[in-house]
């Protein structure tokens, strides 16, 4: 089982859609998560981490469910800017202080048409 | 505020040449340094990973090598390339205290010819 699972996708939505992505994670000990996107033949760029009680920003919600090992990214009111590849992050190892280990998902990717 | 920079953003390479990479951070001090390979349309691979000058751990066996001859400078090298290393490489950096994420330089897209 690959450490960081998600849908590759692609989901073509229109314009202002909603549209959820779900990504699993094998190791029960993870502490910190995260989605970062990347824009086709750029670097990934950190979107949000996702917090245990679920966050928001603007019209991206990150929710975590431990017990079942998932994180999902929901985005409202879907953009064109929006369209891209959306990676679930992880960090399997427990808070050493000296260690900083991201696990990356392959990603999934986000086609938003007019 | 701290910024990653990584050079070049574009090399064409004949197989069997050398290769050196460079990636520097400002603004930070004693960062957690990372190369990363993404192969066309696929995901990240960890190739290695330094928390401290000298000190290079190596993900997977390969054609590569690493460096950190200084607290903010990670270079990735090849003595000789192979077309296989062909590929889009990332820097990253991050804190050493494990709970904020990376932040990526712009990368270097190499084609081995």
């Known amino acids: 089982r690959k450490e960081v699972e998600q849908d590759p996708g692609p989901f073509n939505v229109p314009e202002g859609a909603t549209v959820a992505f779900n990504c699993t994670y094998s190791?029960?000990?993870?502490?910190?998560f995260f989605w970062y996107r990347q824009d086709c033949r750029k670097e990934p760029k950190l979107l949000m981490s996702v917090y245990s009680s679920g966050n928001e920003d603007g019209r991206f919600t990150a929710q975590l469910n431990r017990a079942s090992q998932y994180i999902s990214l929901l985005i409202r009111d879907s953009k064109l800017s929006d369209s891209a590849t959306y990676l679930c992050?992880?960090?399997?190892?427990?808070?050493?202080?000296?260690?900083?280990?991201?696990?990356f998902g392959a990603g999934t990717r986000l086609a938003v048409h007019p | 505020s701290q910024t990653i920079h990584q050079w070049p953003a574009t090399l064409v390479q004949p197989v069997g040449s050398p290769l050196s990479l460079e990636c520097t951070v400002e603004?930070?001090?004693?960062?957690?340094l990372y190369w990363y390979r993404q192969a066309a349309g696929r995901g990240l691979q960890l190739l290695f990973y330094s928390v401290g000058i000298g000190q290079i751990s190596s993900e997977v066996p390969q054609n590569l090598s690493a460096s950190r001859p200084q607290d903010r400078q990670f270079i990735l090298s090849s003595k000789k390339l192979l077309l296989s290393d062909s590929g889009f490489y990332l820097c990253a950096w991050s804190a050493d205290t494990g709970s904020w994420g990376y932040t990526f330089g712009s990368g270097t897209r190499l084609t081995v010819v």
């Open positions: 603004g930070t001090s004693n960062p957690n």
């Open positions: 190791n029960s000990a993870s502490q910190s």
């Open positions: 992050v992880v960090n399997p190892y427990p808070f050493s202080g000296g260690y900083n280990k991201l696990i």
